[in-house]
């Protein structure tokens, strides 16, 4: 059973625009959510991440919205440039179990492509 | 600074051979982990090591073997290969594993094929 789910495997976004990559999860018991970028042949890197006590998290053009009664996690790339042109994995963790390194589940990522 | 190193980058393999994943960090960071993504799959964890001395297993550690040689090396062992284990292996460490402040650091994987 799929706990972290990306429903869109790719997504193709113009240079300049906003990029919105949805996530949605399944467990309540998740309180810290993260989104790490992969780029091909490279490790993933940490982008940003939202603890269930807010709502928004920003940094710079990264911005995490967080609904948890919806259970629903979203980033936002303003604007995208094509650079960001990577997938990106959304990750969620419950509890004490780890800013949850031991307990992060990942969902499958999604394929941004800014197109020019 | 080089992060987290892994070695090889690429591996075949045939069905029943046995290899060593090597994996080091210079970060001094405390917890190590191994993860496998297959295609169209999440990254999922195999064992992972809270600290020097331990590892415990992780979603899917059947077929695998680890070892926590040193604070900064965790190897992983396939001791008989099978074509199930092809994937990309990445290795991934942090300074606190219970602090949402130290996400993963990951290294750049070992692509791995079993024939």
Known sequence: DQQVKQNSPSLSVQEGRISILNCDYTNSMFDYFLWYKKYPAEGPTFLISISSIKDKNEDGRFTVFLNKSAKHLSLHIVPSQPGDSAVYFCAASAGYSGGGADGLTFGKGTHLIIQP | ?115
């Open chain 2, 1 to 115: 600074n080089a992060g987290v190193t892994q070695t090889p980058k690429f591996q075949v393999l045939k069905t029943g051979q046995s290899m060593t994943l090597q994996c080091a960090q210079d970060m001094n960071h405390n917890s190590m982990y191994w993860y496998r993504q297959d295609p169209g799959m999440g990254l999922r964890l195999i064992y992972y090591s809270a600290s020097e001395g331990t590892t415990d297993k992780g979603e899917v550690p059947n077929g695998y073997n680890v070892s926590r040689l040193n604070k900064r090396e965790f190897s992983l062992r396939l001791e008989s290969a099978a074509p199930s284990q092809t994937s990309v292996y990445f290795c991934a460490s942090t300074a606190n594993r219970f602090s949402y402040n130290s996400p993963l650091h990951f290294g750049n994987g070992t692509r791995l094929t079993v024939t």
